[in-house]
């Protein structure tokens, strides 16, 4: 390990980084030094890899600021980059750092996916951000006509090999612009939510991004011998991607190896071959990818393949199922992947990435807690056996008294996190839930509203003042989270914030809502999307209840139910797990006639969501219903309110 | 290219496609030209994006995205894979010796 030494703007790691790793081999030359191997590799879908050195990196950076700076791109000013997983991402990304404007990645097209919708989602997301211009792949910029029109960025949207010319003869010579850049300014807008409804630009400065990037590499000197190698297959318009690989590749520096999104959902086994064969320490994914890897990588695919390099598989940025963890342990076990690798994670992008992390150097841990003290008081109990490695169980768990939860570990260095009772209700609009600034902790064992405080924490949400003051409080992040802390682990329970969180990816429902409240027989938006995860499931569970314009027979309930999830699916990619269908009147609303999510959710769970008899378009009904714990605690609440029980 | 073989060729494709449905997204039916991917297939975008990987794969094409925006059905699909592969005729691109993600490559280069 090298004495780290401050950096304190993402310029001056890429800097640091160019001259503390082996420049590029030319021809002939010996390796200068005993300067580290370290940069990004690229992998291609035929398992051939290209390699750019940091010196590189930074060269090809400083070609592009020089065209952007001919441009009339000015400090401060937002660049939206749309590029698939390859090195003229990373091009766009410091070259615009380089000459001091702020990077908004933006994600690629859906391939076969419904254009429509992508350019209206998109657009939304280049004006929420303010984008001066957007750089794009050649190939994804023809098709980006529309969003541009629709955004109007004012500089247009460019490739970089136009962007480099118009540096102009003998600017793209590497030299950087000279531009003033500091800690506080920002680096980074990434979006919390990627729609139109509600796009929130989260907006991150240099000083948070390396707090973030640091916090992660003080992780491993006690775990690894050497510095860590990375493998990611993560989209660099995601946190977990780009600030959670990339910037502590960058910050060492070290070696990171990619690949596309695409090749990995297409072929899962990719991933674990590509670990393998470049001996990777440390790879994370979120809990759908481990599960994909279980369903769909076959054993001939990984002939010749060693896990036992992967001595960190991070899991986070969606809800961690204990019954994805365990088989992805046992069935990746016989090739070598170490017991203790599997480590939840929690964290979210208003704090940069990651809040908590578990212990690197043993299994997993889950907790077992009385199900009836869970749901109805919010009382984590734990139930014998507390604490153990988990056995995973999945299946059978619906009868049993307890219910299993996977701890997300402690904080982070220089990291705080506190549960406060979560009163007040985003969905009245009315009541803000106290922060730690203003009410006391709750102790441990007890269900609330999770808040975190550290030094990654956003700047706020670029342009919206009102929603920054509402979720950023004396210090402290609303993160919208259920959970309690039990010997000082927290353990997540739900969330009181609207929003869909599938695939590691965060979706507002509202786009859901309104494709099936606009399908013939529904009532025009009378629809509610949720999303949880059941007990003993691998992953969330979509469903969207659905009011029918007027009292239905069964018959006609069952076409409007598939019809909203053809809706659903058409207008968002989204697969819905199920569509209740309601009578007219049936979802719950505030006083001023705006649906309640989680109370429909809450009620739905009790089974209090009149009248009862949902109709089951897809599959699955009744079995799963028994959890979304915080959910149904609230329900309960009502319920006995309702019948006197409680005042 | 006659008529004929264009209708070999367009059946060899939908073929293809079918083998991949088959293979990768566990779709046993058969599957017929105006099939709509979304509405009648019901894939959703993580199905949607194997398909279009794994049709590229199998017949070795790269699929632009100005192609898939005109993709709606499995014949638009065949259409955009067909249209592809008669570009690269001229270059003489064989289809033998197995997909190429098999292919093994050097480790760290």
Redesign the interface.
């Known amino acids: 390990m090298t004495a780290t030494t401050p950096t304190d703007t993402l310029l001056a790691a890429l800097d640091r980084a160019a001259t503390q790793s082996a420049a590029p081999l030319s021809a002939g030359a010996p390796p200068a030094g005993d300067l580290p191997r370290a940069g990004l590799r690229f992998v291609e879908r035929d398992e051939s890899a290209s390699f750019l050195a940091w010196p590189e990196i930074r060269r090809r950076a400083h070609a592009v600021a020089a065209g952007l700076a001919a441009l009339g791109v000015a400090p401060g000013q937002r660049v939206g980059l749309v590029f698939p997983t390859g090195p003229e991402f990373f091009d766009a990304f410091f070259g615009t750092l380089a000459v001091g404007a702020v990077p908004v990645p933006l994600y690629p097209p859906v391939r076969l996916g419904r254009l429509g919708e992508y350019h209206r989602r998109t657009a939304g997301m280049i004006a929420a951000a303010g984008a001066r211009l957007v750089l794009a792949d050649a190939r994804v910029r023809r098709l980006l006509g529309e969003t541009v029109v629709r955004a109007r960025p004012p500089l247009g949207c460019r490739t970089l090999a136009g962007v480099v010319e118009d540096g102009g003869p003998g600017r793209g010579d590497g030299a950087a612009p000279a531009v003033e850049v500091r800690p506080d300014d920002l680096a980074l807008v990434q979006f919390s939510s990627g729609t139109t409804v509600d796009p929130k630009p989260v907006a991150l400065t240099h000083r948070a991004l390396l707090a973030q990037a640091e916090a992660l590499n003080s992780l491993w000197p006690g775990l690894l011998a050497d510095r860590p190698t990375g493998v990611s297959w993560l989209p660099l318009y995601h946190d977990m991607g780009l600030i959670g690989c990339v910037l502590p590749a960058l910050l060492l520096p070290s070696e990171l190896t990619l690949l596309g999104p695409e090749l990995f959902v297409a072929r899962p086994a990719l991933w674990l071959r590509t670990i393998s064969r470049y001996r990777a320490t440390v790879s994370p994914a979120p809990n759908f990818a481990y599960s994909l890897a279980v369903h769909r990588v076959r054993d001939e695919e990984l002939d010749g393949v060693d896990l036992s390099c992967w001595r960190v598989a991070l899991n986070g940025a969606e809800a961690v199922a204990p019954a994805v963890l365990a088989a992805f342990r046992d069935r990746f076990a016989r090739w070598g992947l170490p017991r203790e690798a599997l480590t939840p994670v929690y964290g979210l992008s208003e704090a940069a990435l990651a809040v908590t992390f578990s212990a690197l150097d043993r299994p997993f841990t889950t907790g077992r807690f009385d199900r009836e003290a869970l749901a109805a008081d919010g009382e984590a109990r734990p139930v014998a056996d507390d604490g153990r490695d988990a056995g995973g169980e999945p299946g059978g768990v619906a009868e049993a008294p307890a219910v299993e939860l996977v701890s997300v570990g402690r904080p982070l260095p220089g990291f705080d996190v506190a549960v406060l009772p979560d009163t007040g209700d985003r969905e009245d609009d009315a009541s803000l839930p106290p922060s730690p600034a203003e009410g006391s902790p709750l102790p441990e064992g007890q269900v609330g509203r999770v808040w975190v405080r550290g030094p990654s924490l956003m700047a706020g949400y670029l342009g919206l003042p009102e929603q920054t003051a509402r979720t950023l409080r004396g210090g402290w992040l609303d993160t919208g989270d259920l959970g309690f802390c039990w010997r000082g682990e927290l353990y997540l329970t739900g969330r009181a914030k609207d929003v869909l969180i599938l695939r590691g990816r965060n979706h507002a429902p509202q786009d859901l809502e309104r494709a099936a409240g606009e399908v013939a027989g529904a009532r025009r938006g009378c629809a509610v999307a949720v999303s949880w995860l059941p007990e003993g499931a691998e992953g969330e569970r979509l469903v969207l209840f659905v009011e029918s314009a007027a009292p239905a027979p069964p018959s006609e309930r069952r076409r409007l139910a598939a019809e909203c999830a053809r809706a659903a699916r058409g207008a968002t990619g989204l697969a819905v797990d199920e569509v209740v269908v309601l009578a007219p009147g049936t979802l719950p609303r505030t006083s001023s006639g705006k649906l309640r999510r989680r109370e429909t959710l809450a009620r739905h769970l009790a089974g209090t969501l009149l009248p009862p008899e949902p109709v089951n378009a897809l599959r699955l009904a009744g079995a799963l219903t028994r959890s979304g714990l915080a959910f149904a605690r609230h329900a309960v609440r009502t319920r006995r309110r309702a019948t006197g029980e409680e005042p | 290219m006659d008529h004929l073989a264009q209708a070999v060729e367009r059946d060899e494709i939908l073929a293809g496609i079918e083998a991949v449905a088959r293979e ?1 997204l566990g779709r046993v039916e058969p599957l017929t030209p105006e099939l709509r ?3 009648d297939l ?5 199905q ?7 049709v590229e ?1 199998r017949f070795r094409v790269c699929l ?3 192609d ?2 005109g ?1 709606a059905t499995v014949g638009d ?1 065949a259409a955009a894979v067909a249209a592809r592969l008669a570009e690269d005729q001229p270059a003489g691109a064989g289809s033998t010796g197995g997909p ?2 098999r ?3 050097a ?3």
């Open positions: 990768h991917l979304v509405e019901e894939l959703d975008s993580i949607l994006l194997t398909l279009a990987v794994e794969n632009e995205p100005e898939e925006a993709i699909l190429p993600w292919r093994e490559t480790g760290p280069s």
